[in-house]
């Protein structure tokens, strides 16, 4: 993997993991995204991220795409100043939107999803419905929200999710 800033990749039994650099923002270098390929399927994991159109050049018609999103109330922000320097760093879902619609991946997921609302605590089960309804300004194809235990299973024609009880979801 890397060692220094740029592109890595490393091959062992047919499957090829790629490192990417992404741009996490101006307090934290580097960050890098991943891709990794076998037997035909792609999956591109963001990293810690904020906008970054490489995740979606590394992801162009990818079977699955999984990203990071901070969404923080304005009110939380006013009241707590530095809650600024996380979204900072992180992507908004309406930029994560953005990056899914360049990619248009079978499946777009979210994974360290940061939600901070007034009276939830962080550790809580989130709600992710306002999360997606801001995703969905800007796109419009398949999109899950990583609970805990969730698996993503890439089929040879689809790419099933299946609940922390192995019921499936989603199916694309």
Do not use: C, N
């Not at 800007?138 to 929200?145: H, N, Q, R, S």
């Amino acid at each position: 993997m890397p060692t220094m800033w740029g592109r890595a990749s490393s091959t062992k039994d047919s499957v090829t993991v790629s490192a990417f650099d992404v741009e996490h923002g101006a307090l934290i270098k580097p960050s890098f995204g991943y891709k990794i390929e076998y037997d035909g399927k792609t999956v591109v994991i963001s990293g810690d991220t904020t906008r970054d159109e490489r995740v979606a050049r590394q992801a162009a018609g990818a079977d699955l795409l999984i990203h990071e999103v901070a969404d923080i109330d304005p009110a939380l922000m006013e009241k707590f100043p530095r809650f600024r320097e996380i979204t900072d760093h992180h992507t908004t879902p309406e930029q994560a939107g953005e990056i899914f619609s360049m990619a248009r991946p079978k499946l777009a997921a979210y994974s360290h999803i940061i939600a901070l609302k007034p009276g939830q605590a962080l550790a809580e089960d989130q709600d992710t419905s306002t999360i997606i309804a801001r995703t969905r300004t800007a796109y419009d194809g398949p999109l899950v929200a990583g609970t805990d235990l969730m698996s993503l299973v890439i089929g040879d024609d689809d790419v099933t999710v299946r609940d922390a009880s192995g019921a499936a979801v989603f199916t694309d």
